[in-house]
């Protein structure tokens, strides 16, 4: 049995999915498969059941679990004190909005702090980067609002307004229904980001609660060719001002008020397991403090 294994075995087991923990590990699921077979082989025990909805724990499996966290907290802590009085590598995840928006930013006030840290960032989705934050491979995430899960500790940074974004002609043409009611945006061509998302969450709760059903003419996964649609007159969308900043038409998105107003939460979230040496935990309390004074700033731009 090696330490691999164990964090292999642990992230499936946290996640309840062999698919979702290879996907995290940027592994296939029969190598990931064949890991946990090996596992099991060498324990003469079964350890996980795959049923319809993911995988679930045997009893061998949760005695193994309970053992699994406690030893891959001391290798952790092991690693940051043989390490030394420096920060090393710090992973922060953020998604490609907040990235386009503070990341460098929020970089240059941490490495003013410490330079000696070795700082990597990692954009993607906020369901993408908890899976990266469960799985070892960041120490923090800024990301729109997670599902509750004990496996993270989250805390709320700022809650972002969305807006209907339109180009010059289309804000034009609406700018006498001002502000845009809920309602009216079934009737609206409009450009929504695929699942999962925060904001077409949080959109289609808001329309469901007025009976409507959103009509979406396109459905794009990278928000800054939605927001390069939207400048070209293809087409509206439901965003907040931040994502303005993943074009280089920002002068041809106008954001349009919505009544009622609808918001998102940017929490910060770590993992519930993680075992940061001082120094991290300085970086860790830090990305906090200025990605909310940022955020802040930014929102309110």
Known sequence: MDLRQLRYFSLVARLGSFSRAADALNLSQPALSRQIRTLEDHLGRRLLVRNGRGATLTEAGQNLFKHAQRILEMVETAESEVKGSGAGRFAIGLPFIIAATIGSQLIATLRSVDPSANF??????????????????????????????????????????????????????????????????????????????????????????????????????????????????????????????????????????????????????????????????????????VGRELLRTAVNQ
């Open 120 to 289: 990597s960032v990692i954009q993607g989705r906020s369901k993408f980067l908890m899976e990266q934050l469960s799985a070892g491979s960041l120490d923090v995430a800024i990301v729109f609002k997670p599902t509750p899960s004990p496996l993270f500790n989250v805390t709320h940074l700022v809650d972002e307004e969305l807006f209907l974004m339109a180009s010059p002609r289309a804000a034009r043409s609406l700018s006498r229904h001002l502000p845009i009611s809920i309602e009216s945006l079934s009737e609206l061509p409009l450009i929504a980001p695929t699942r999962p998302n925060s904001i077409r969450n949080t959109l289609e709760e808001a329309m469901r609660r007025v009976k409507k059903t959103p009509a979406f003419t396109m459905e794009i996964d990278n928000l800054g060719t939605i927001v390069e649609m939207v400048s070209r007159d293809q087409g509206v969308a439901v965003l907040s001002k931040m994502a303005r900043n993943l074009s280089a038409r920002k002068a041809d998105i106008t954001p349009l008020p919505l009544f009622p107003n609808l918001r998102v939460e940017v929490c910060l979230a770590v993992s519930s397991r993680s075992s940061l040496s001082q120094p991290s935990r300085q970086l860790l309390e830090l990305t906090e403090h």
